[in-house]
């Protein structure tokens, strides 16, 4: 009979329920062990879901925070079904402007990518990827650490610029694959 690590049973409960990346300190306090102790069984954790091959993973990231996550790949093959929807492929290139280019006045963005950049703004807002604070009659876009989270980059700006120019290009790409292949579908209808 295998025996249940209660702890590790726990830890993993945790980043299921949260939805969101937890701390360190907040995992540590749920179990009652020291951060050490924790880290280690989130390790292990890991290893066990790397060990499985499944759709899941455990995820460190910066700031001593961890996430129980989809594996990205697999995202294009349930798109579909995630509350809220993808976003589309021009959505997702504002995104990477303002990423690249923040912080960047509304008014900047709008004149270098069009007015249409203003339905993107509002979604990015919504989904909470970019903050926006009033300057003068426009506003400074931002991205959120929410936004660093999803995609897996760090939160310090200048990290995450570096970060973003090497993993953009390949979400680009596959973003723009499966729009290509939906557009397919459709058209053959």
């Given at each position: ?42 390790e292990n954790l ?45 959505t997702l290139q ?88 939906a557009a397919a ?5």
């Amino acid at each position: 009979m295998v025996e249940v690590n209660e702890d590790l049973v726990k830890l993993e409960a945790a980043l299921y329920v949260a939805g969101r990346p937890v701390t360190l300190e907040e995992l540590s306090n749920i179990i009652d062990k020291a951060e050490s102790t924790t880290r280690k069984l989130l390790e292990n954790l890991g290893f066990e879901y790397r060990q499985r091959e499944g759709a899941l993973e455990v995820v460190e990231l910066p700031r001593e925070r961890y996430v129980l996550q989809l594996k990205p790949e697999l995202t294009p093959g349930v798109a579909k079904l995630i509350p809220g929807g993808l976003l589309s492929f021009a959505t997702l290139q504002t995104l990477v402007y303002i990423a690249l280019k923040q912080p960047i006045l509304q008014s900047e963005l709008v004149a270098e990518r069009g007015t249409h950049c203003y339905d993107h703004i509002k979604e990015l807002i919504e989904k909470k990827f970019v903050d926006a604070v009033p300057e003068g009659r426009s506003r400074i876009l931002t991205t959120t650490d929410l936004f660093a989270d999803y995609f897996g980059l760090d939160p310090d700006r200048v990290r995450l610029k570096a970060q973003l120019k090497f993993k953009m290009k390949r979400i680009l790409s596959e973003q723009q694959e499966l729009e290509d292949q939906a557009a397919a579908e459709e058209f053959l209808r």
